[in-house]
C-alpha cells in the first residue's frame, strides 16, 4: 500500500539501519511512466560496484527483484485510487522491510544503495511544502482549501444571505447597517469555525488570505490570535478567480516566506556564532551534535553533499575515506555525510531548514544546529 508523505514515516525510515549496504531506496517520477531505462542502468551500475562481494550483490538483486515485481504489478493497481506524481520505494529484504511512499511532486529519479534508507529527498519536500491554508472571501461567500506540498487537497465552500441594498421599507438606514453588520459577524464566525477544523485536522503551519475589497481585513481583524499569527499573506483576488491560478499566488507567496525562513536561520547561526551562544558549525561538531539529540534547529545546504564514511556499528561519521572503522575495525560505508546527519536529527525530532546558495553557511561547512542547551 502506498502511504502517504508525513512526519511520523520520515522518522521510522531514519530510525532503520543495517551494518551492510542492502537498502535499496528508488525515488520515480511518476507524472508520465516509470522511467524503465533509468532503473536498468542504475542497476547495471550497482550490480558492477557490488561484484566483489557476493554476499551483497545476492542481497541486492533479491532487493531488485522485489522492487521490479511492485513497480511492473502492484503499482498501476494503487495508482488508480491516488492522483500521486512521484514515490519513493524503500527495500531490504534482509530486515524484512518494504514500504513505498507517495507525493502529489514530482522528484528526481535517484537509486541509492545503503545502509540505511536515503531521506533526504522527502525532508527536504517536506521543509519546502509545508502545508498551509487558503481562504478566499467576501462578505458573504468563503472558500477554503488546504494544500500540502504544493498540491490542493481539501475544500469547502461556506456561503450566506446577506442583503446588499437598503430596499426601500420599513428600515431605517440604520438598522438595517447593523443587521447587515450583524450578518456578516455571524458569516464569519463560521468560517472561523471551520478554519479552526481544517487547521486542526491537517496540521497546518499557516493561512493565506484572499478575496476581493475589504472584507477579508475586516476577517482578519476578528481572528483570534492564533489564527492570525498564521497569516502568510493576503492577497487581493477576485471571488470566481480559477482555483489553480490562486493556489499557484499563493505557492509564490508562500515559497518567499520559506526562503526567508531558512536565510533568516543562517543570520541567527552566525550571531549566535558571534556571541558564543550555543551552536555548533562544520560536519564534525554537527554530527556529534545531532546524534547526541542536542540539536534543536538544523540548519543545511541544499546543493552540498560531502561525501564520507559511517560505521554502523560505532554510529560514527567521518569527512574523507575508510575502508575499516577506526574506532571498533569493522567495516565501513560511504556515505553523504548531510544525509546522516539528517537521519540523527530526524530520529530526535530536530527542527530541519534547509538552505538555498547561501555563501555563509557554506563556508562554516554547509552545515550548523542551534543547540538546545
Ligand atoms: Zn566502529
Redesign the pocket.
Known amino acids: 500500500m502506498i502511504e502517504k508523505i508525513s512526519k511520523k514515516k520520515v522518522k521510522e525510515l531514519a530510525s532503520i539501519y543495517d551494518v551492510q549496504d542492502t537498502f535499496i531506496s528508488l525515488y520515480l517520477d511518476i507524472a508520465r511512466d516509470v522511467d524503465w531505462k533509468f532503473i536498468s542502468f542504475r542497476e547495471n551500475q550497482c550490480i558492477s560496484a557490488l561484484k566483489t562481494n557476493k554476499k551483497l550483490l545476492d542481497a541486492f538483486q533479491n532487493n531488485i527483484k522485489t522492487v521490479m515485481k511492485y513497480l511492473e504489478k502492484d503499482l498501476k493497481t494503487e495508482l488508480v485510487r491516488n492522483d500521486f506524481k512521484g514515490v519513493a520505494l524503500f527495500v531490504s529484504r534482509q530486515l524484512n522491510y518494504f514500504e513505498v511512499i507517495g507525493f502529489p511532486h514530482d522528484i528526481k529519479n535517484t537509486m541509492v544503495v545503503d545502509t540505511s534508507p536515503y531521506i533526504r529527498p522527502l525532508v527536504q519536500l517536506m521543509d519546502e511544502w509545508e502545508n498551509y491554508a487558503i481562504i478566499l472571501i467576501n462578505n458573504n461567500e468563503a472558500k477554503l482549501f488546504t494544500v500540502s506540498l504544493g498540491a490542493l487537497k481539501d475544500r469547502k465552500r461556506l456561503a450566506a444571505h446577506i442583503m446588499n441594498k437598503h430596499k426601500k421599507g420599513g428600515w431605517s438606514q440604520m438598522r438595517f447597517s447593523r443587521l447587515r453588520r450583524e450578518a456578516i459577524d455571524h458569516f464569519q464566525k463560521k468560517v472561523v469555525e471551520t478554519l479552526e477544523k481544517f487547521i486542526e485536522h491537517e496540521k497546518i503551519v499557516g493561512i493565506v488570505l484572499a478575496g476581493p475589497g475589504e472584507a477579508k481585513l475586516h476577517f482578519k481583524s476578528e481572528l483570534p490570535h492564533r489564527l492570525s499569527a498564521a497569516v502568510l499573506a493576503v492577497l487581493d483576488q477576485d471571488m470566481d478567480q480559477p482555483t489553480e491560478q490562486l493556489v499557484e499566488s499563493a505557492t509564490i507567496e508562500v515559497a518567499k516566506l520559506e526562503r526567508a525562513k531558512s536565510n533568516e536561520a543562517v543570520t541567527m547561526l552566525r550571531g549566535q556564532i558571534l556571541k558564543g551562544g550555543p551552536v555548533v558549525y562544520g560536519i564534525k561538531e554537527t554530527v556529534k551534535a545531532t546524534r547526541d539529540g542536542k540539536a534543536e534547529l538544523l540548519i543545511l545546504s541544499k546543493k552540498l553533499k560531502p561525501r564520507g564514511w559511517i560505521?554502523?556499528?560505532?554510529q560514527?561519521v567521518e569527512l574523507g575515506m575508510k575502508k575499516k572503522?577506526?574506532?571498533?575495525?569493522?567495516k565501513?560505508s560511504e556515505v553523504d555525510v548531510l544525509e546522516e546527519i539528517l537521519e540523527f536529527a530526524e530520529r530526535s525530532g530536530t527542527n530541519i531548514e534547509f538552505v538555498d546558495e547561501n555563501p555563509l553557511l557554506e563556508e562554516l561547512g554547509g552545515v550548523g544546529a542551534l543547540l538546545r542547551y
Open positions: 560505521c554502523e556499528h560505532c560514527v572503522c577506526p574506532y571498533c575495525n569493522n565501513t
